[in-house]
C-alpha cells in the first residue's frame, strides 16, 4: 500500500498539458511491382496481411506498377525513379522504411509488420481532413491543420493520389495517376484549403476508385496522410511523441510523458486499465490523467469518451528491482473490443547479455566492397562460440541463389567470402542467416 500512496504524491506534481500538439500519424505504404516478378506475390501477399491489420485511419496501402501494361502510368513510373526502385517488389512506409525483394519472411508479412509498429502510435504535426471526393467528375478537396506550434513547412510537396481497387483478381489499390502541389504552412491552427481533380478514364470502374493525399518533406518522410476510404464508426487511436520503448532508473519511481488518446469515431463507454504482461514482481503500476487523477494500474475502470475528445495519460511505474517490463494499456468498449497501447520498460542497470533485452547471439555486419563485381566479404558477430551458421543467398525474386556454412564460430568477429557462380547476373542480392529473424543484409553485384 506504501507504493501506491508513493505513486500518488508524485503524479500530482506533474505539470499537466492543456492539449496535444501533434495528430495521430495515419502511415501510408507505397509498393513497387510488375506483372513479370514471380516474387512479387510475396510482397502482396505481405502487403494484405499488414492492410488486414489495421483499419483505413491507421494504414494506407497503394501500389505501383512498372512495365505492366495497363497497370502502369508515367505517375507510377515517376515515383519508381524517385526512390530509385531499381528491382520488385520494393515497400517503401512514410517514404523512409524501405524493404526490398520477396521470400517466406516477407510472404508471412513479419517484416512488413515491424516495420508498422514504429509507426502504428506515432505523431504528426499536421491533421489531414478529405471533405469532398466525386469519382464521377474527379473532384477532391479537404483541408490540412498545423498543429504543432513549432513545426514549420516550407516549399514542400503536396500529393494528390487516384487509386483503383480490384482492377484484377490480384492488382488491387491500384495507382492511376498522381499530381502534386506545393505547400508552405506553419503556426498553430492555420490552414492550407487543398483541390484538385483527376481525369477519369471511362475504362475504370468509378465504384473502386478512391483518393489519397499526402505531405512529403525533401528528405522523404511523409508527415501525415489522409484517404477517401471509410473509417469505422468507432475510431480509437493514440499517439506519443516519445518512444514507447522507455529505459528507467533501477529501484526508484518513474513517471511517463503523456500519451494522448484520441476519440475520432463515436462517443463511447470504455473501460482502461494496465495490463502487465511480465514484470518483477516487486514493480507497481499506476496512471494519472490531465486532471490529476489517479488510477490503480490493475484495475478496470470506466471511462466515457465523446466523439472528437482527447486525453492525456500518465503512466506511472515504482521498480522495487532491477528487470523489464512488458505492459500494455488497454482500452476495451463493447463496439470497440479491445485497443492496446503496449509499452517496453527496463531499468538501466540490467546487463545487455539478459537473454530477454540482447539481440540473437549471431548476427550479419558489414559487406565490402559493395557493390562488388567478384568477391564478397561478409562479417559475423557473434557474443559465443556457436558450432555452425548458415548464410543463404537469395535474389530479387526470393529464390535462394546459394548458401555459405562455417563450423565452429568464434565469439567475436568471423569473416566470411562469398564468390557467386558466373551464371548469376548483376542486380540486388540478400544475404539471410538461416533461422534468423533479422532483416537480411542488401548487396549489390555488379559484372
Same mark, same amino acid.
Given at each position: 500500500?506504501?507504493?501506491?500512496v508513493l505513486?500518488?504524491s508524485?503524479?500530482f506534481?506533474?505539470?499537466?498539458?492543456a492539449s496535444?500538439?501533434?495528430f495521430?500519424l495515419s502511415?501510408?505504404?507505397?509498393?513497387?511491382?510488375?506483372?513479370g516478378?514471380?516474387?512479387?506475390?510475396?510482397?502482396?501477399?505481405?502487403?494484405?496481411?499488414?492492410?488486414?491489420?489495421?483499419?483505413n485511419?491507421e494504414?494506407i496501402?497503394?501500389?505501383?506498377?512498372?512495365?505492366s501494361?495497363?497497370l502502369?502510368?508515367?505517375?507510377?513510373?515517376?515515383r519508381f525513379?524517385?526512390?530509385?526502385v531499381?528491382?520488385?517488389?520494393?515497400?517503401?512506409?512514410?517514404g523512409k522504411?524501405r524493404?526490398?525483394?520477396?521470400?517466406?519472411?516477407?510472404a508471412?508479412?513479419?517484416?512488413?509488420l515491424?516495420a508498422? %509498429?514504429n509507426?502504428r502510435?506515432?505523431?504528426?504535426?499536421?491533421?489531414?481532413n478529405?471533405?469532398?471526393w466525386s469519382a464521377?467528375?474527379?473532384?477532391l478537396?479537404?483541408?490540412i491543420?498545423?498543429i504543432s506550434?513549432?513545426?514549420n513547412?516550407?516549399n514542400?510537396?503536396k500529393?494528390?493520389?487516384l487509386v483503383?481497387?480490384?482492377?484484377?483478381?490480384?492488382?488491387s489499390?491500384?495507382?492511376?495517376?498522381?499530381?502534386?502541389?506545393?505547400i508552405?504552412?506553419?503556426?498553430?491552427?492555420?490552414?492550407?484549403?487543398?483541390?484538385h481533380?483527376f481525369t477519369i478514364?471511362p475504362?475504370?470502374?468509378q465504384n473502386?476508385?478512391?483518393v489519397?493525399?499526402?505531405v512529403?518533406?525533401?528528405?522523404?518522410?511523409?508527415?501525415?496522410?489522409?484517404?477517401?476510404?471509410?473509417?469505422p464508426?468507432?475510431?480509437l487511436?493514440?499517439?506519443m511523441d516519445?518512444?514507447p520503448?522507455?529505459?528507467?532508473?533501477?529501484?526508484?519511481?518513474?513517471?511517463?510523458?503523456?500519451?494522448?488518446?484520441?476519440?475520432?469515431?463515436?462517443?463511447e463507454?470504455?473501460?482502461?486499465?494496465?495490463?502487465?504482461?511480465?514484470?518483477?514482481?516487486?514493480?507497481?503500476?499506476?496512471?494519472?490523467?490531465e486532471?490529476g487523477?489517479?488510477?490503480p494500474?490493475?484495475?478496470a475502470l470506466?471511462i466515457?469518451?465523446?466523439?472528437?475528445?482527447?486525453k492525456?495519460?500518465?503512466l506511472?511505474?515504482?521498480t522495487?528491482?532491477?528487470?523489464i517490463?512488458?505492459?500494455?494499456? !488497454?482500452?476495451?468498449?463493447?463496439?470497440?473490443?479491445?485497443?492496446?497501447?503496449?509499452?517496453?520498460l527496463?531499468?538501466?542497470d540490467?546487463?545487455?547479455s539478459?537473454?530477454?533485452?540482447?539481440p540473437?547471439a549471431? %548476427?550479419?555486419?558489414?559487406?565490402?566492397p559493395?557493390?562488388?563485381s567478384?568477391?564478397?566479404?561478409?562479417?559475423?558477430?557473434?557474443t559465443?562460440?556457436?558450432?555452425l551458421?548458415?548464410l543463404?543467398?537469395y535474389?530479387?525474386?526470393?529464390? %535462394?541463389?546459394d548458401?555459405i556454412?562455417?563450423?565452429?564460430? !568464434?565469439?567475436?568477429t568471423?569473416?566470411l567470402?562469398?564468390?557467386p557462380s558466373a551464371q548469376?547476373?548483376?542486380?540486388?542480392?540478400?544475404?539471410?542467416l !538461416?533461422?534468423?529473424e533479422?532483416?537480411?543484409l542488401?548487396?549489390?553485384?555488379v559484372k
Amino acid at each position: 500500500m506504501k507504493y501506491y500512496v508513493l505513486i500518488l504524491s508524485l503524479v500530482f506534481a506533474v505539470a499537466l498539458t492543456a492539449s496535444p500538439a501533434y495528430f495521430p500519424l495515419s502511415s501510408i505504404a507505397e509498393g513497387f511491382y510488375s506483372t513479370g516478378c514471380v516474387s512479387c506475390l510475396d510482397g502482396l501477399a505481405g502487403m494484405n496481411i499488414l492492410d488486414d491489420s489495421a483499419h483505413n485511419g491507421e494504414f494506407i496501402n497503394i501500389r505501383h506498377y512498372i512495365n505492366s501494361g495497363a497497370l502502369s502510368n508515367p505517375s507510377s513510373d515517376a515515383r519508381f525513379d524517385h526512390y530509385q526502385v531499381f528491382g520488385t517488389p520494393s515497400f517503401i512506409l512514410n517514404g523512409k522504411t524501405r524493404i526490398d525483394g520477396g521470400g517466406s519472411w516477407i510472404a508471412d508479412g513479419s517484416e512488413y509488420l515491424n516495420a508498422y %509498429k514504429n509507426y502504428r502510435f506515432g505523431d504528426s504535426p499536421l491533421k489531414m481532413n478529405l471533405s469532398s471526393w466525386s469519382a464521377a467528375t474527379g473532384q477532391l478537396s479537404g483541408t490540412i491543420e498545423m498543429i504543432s506550434p513549432t513545426f514549420n513547412i516550407t516549399n514542400q510537396k503536396k500529393y494528390y493520389v487516384l487509386v483503383e481497387n480490384d482492377v484484377t483478381t490480384e492488382a488491387s489499390h491500384i495507382v492511376r495517376d498522381m499530381a502534386f502541389e506545393t505547400i508552405s504552412l506553419s503556426g498553430l491552427g492555420n490552414v492550407n484549403n487543398f483541390s484538385h481533380t483527376f481525369t477519369i478514364n471511362p475504362g475504370w470502374n468509378q465504384n473502386n476508385l478512391w483518393v489519397a493525399v499526402f505531405v512529403q518533406m525533401d528528405d522523404d518522410t511523409i508527415l501525415q496522410s489522409v484517404s477517401s476510404l471509410p473509417l469505422p464508426a468507432y475510431n480509437l487511436r493514440a499517439a506519443m511523441d516519445w518512444e514507447p520503448r522507455v529505459v528507467v532508473t533501477g529501484n526508484s519511481t518513474f513517471t511517463s510523458n503523456p500519451f494522448w488518446v484520441f476519440n475520432l469515431g463515436n462517443a463511447e463507454d470504455y473501460t482502461m486499465q494496465i495490463v502487465v504482461d511480465s514484470a518483477p514482481a516487486n514493480w507497481f503500476f499506476n496512471y494519472c490523467d490531465e486532471e490529476g487523477y489517479c488510477f490503480p494500474g490493475s484495475v478496470a475502470l470506466p471511462i466515457y469518451l465523446p466523439a472528437n475528445s482527447t486525453k492525456a495519460l500518465h503512466l506511472n511505474v515504482i521498480t522495487g528491482a532491477s528487470g523489464i517490463a512488458q505492459v500494455r494499456f !488497454q482500452f476495451n468498449s463493447p463496439n470497440l473490443g479491445t485497443y492496446d497501447i503496449p509499452f517496453r520498460l527496463l531499468t538501466d542497470d540490467v546487463s545487455v547479455s539478459d537473454p530477454s533485452v540482447s539481440p540473437a547471439a549471431l %548476427k550479419l555486419g558489414a559487406a565490402w566492397p559493395n557493390p562488388f563485381s567478384s568477391e564478397l566479404n561478409l562479417s559475423l558477430e557473434s557474443t559465443k562460440d556457436l558450432p555452425l551458421a548458415t548464410l543463404e543467398i537469395y535474389n530479387l525474386k526470393g529464390q %535462394k541463389v546459394d548458401s555459405i556454412s562455417r563450423n565452429s564460430i !568464434q565469439s567475436g568477429t568471423t569473416v566470411l567470402s562469398w564468390i557467386p557462380s558466373a551464371q548469376l547476373p548483376s542486380g540486388v542480392y540478400f544475404m539471410k542467416l !538461416q533461422g534468423s529473424e533479422a532483416k537480411p543484409l542488401k548487396v549489390l553485384l555488379v559484372k
